[in-house]
């Protein structure tokens, strides 16, 4: 079994812009997926892909549902780097707004996109198998075709995003009720909005429109370097998650109840590791005691509704810092 060095794979990089153009580096390898967001302020975040490609047209963001490149002439990512990437201003401050600060979460994948003929669909993907991470694209129609993930086993998170067209971001693990999925976008619980069949090659949803281009973000644990998986609240504080490593990276969202898309980093934080940003929402990084960033995983010190409300089950990200 491939030993994974979690930072050759997943690594955060704090920014500050320069209200310009600027290449940004310290990620560690050229990465495949970023998703950028002002901290200083409340511009939404950016996410692109190097299966999509880089550029003002390419940025799709968590907090809201439009296509693809419909803000971004506000910043974009312009070019992926061998050791992060390059941002612009552009007229607004999506990445690059001057003395703003910003944090971009890197994942690696497999470089350029292959095409995976195991379903149906001729999908187009980039996979790190050894990471438990891919990018996948590929057209609909989708109502019982399947398309290939390029993963080695099932997984067990697929954030799923039309981008030629203002929709819903569908996000599914197995942890759900079948035939649910939660709203990246949204706080709302679980919904049988679109429901996902999943196997350890390919991934279908019950979505039956055609002429539309998916992008898809697909996940499984991966011993040492990453965990998705739930939990139940407790209501109290001292609410601790085990995922075998030390947390770098957690998201946490509620999905039995309504509650937003908590996100937090060892690279923002300080102990006790308590800021925090909303994939759901534009607002700007905000303060307080939520979770601490353990060792062996993570801990709510929190009895906040949105992360440990007695009773309610919780899915979660979790990336892991290099050892020490």
């Known amino acids: 079994v491939p030993t994974i060095v979690p930072s050759e794979s997943f690594n955060t990089v704090l920014y500050t812009g320069n209200g310009s153009t600027q290449a940004i580096t310290g990620a560690g390898f050229e990465p495949d997926f970023t998703w950028i967001k002002q901290r200083s302020g409340g511009a939404s975040h950016s996410l692109q892909d190097s299966v999509r490609g880089a550029g003002q047209s390419k940025n799709i963001y968590s907090d809201n549902t439009a296509a693809e490149g419909t803000y971004g002439q ?3 990512l312009s070019a992926f780097g061998t050791d992060g990437f390059t941002v612009v201003q552009g007229s607004g401050s999506h990445t690059n707004a001057n003395s703003s600060t910003y944090v971009a979460w890197n994942w690696k994948a497999g470089g350029a996109a292959v095409s995976n003929t195991d379903g149906t669909i001729t999908s187009q993907v980039s996979a790190n ?19 290939g993930h390029g993963l080695s086993s099932t997984p067990e998170m697929i954030i799923l995003k039309i981008v030629n067209t203002s929709s819903t971001w569908y996000v599914w693990t197995p942890t759900l009720t079948s ?7 949204d706080s709302r619980a679980q919904n049988t909005d679109l429901a996902f069949t999943v196997n350890s090659t390919t991934f279908t949803t019950n979505w039956t429109n055609t002429n539309y281009e998916f992008i898809a973000y697909a996940f499984h644990s991966v011993d040492g370097f990453s965990k ?5 609240g407790t209501g109290a504080t001292g609410n601790t998650i085990v995922t075998g490593f030390e947390s770098a990276f957690v998201m946490i969202k509620a999905s039995s109840a309504s509650g937003s898309w908590y996100m937090f980093d060892d690279k923002r934080l300080t102990s006790p590791y308590s800021d925090q940003l909303i994939a759901n929402s534009s607002a700007a990084e905000a303060t307080g005691t939520y979770v601490d960033l353990d060792s062996n995983g993570f801990t709510l010190n929190t009895t906040a ?7 309610v089950t919780f899915i979660f990200m979790a990336f892991a810092a290099d050892p020490t």
């Open 129 to 147: 198998v050894d990471a438990g991470f891919s990018v996948v694209k590929f057209t609909s129609p989708f109502n019982g075709q399947t398309a």
């Open 179 to 185: 035939g649910n999925s939660l709203a990246l976008n």
């Open 74 to 76: 506000y910043g974009y």
């Open 305 to 311: 509704s949105d992360l440990n409300n007695s009773g």
């Open 228 to 232: 998705m998986g739930s939990y139940v």
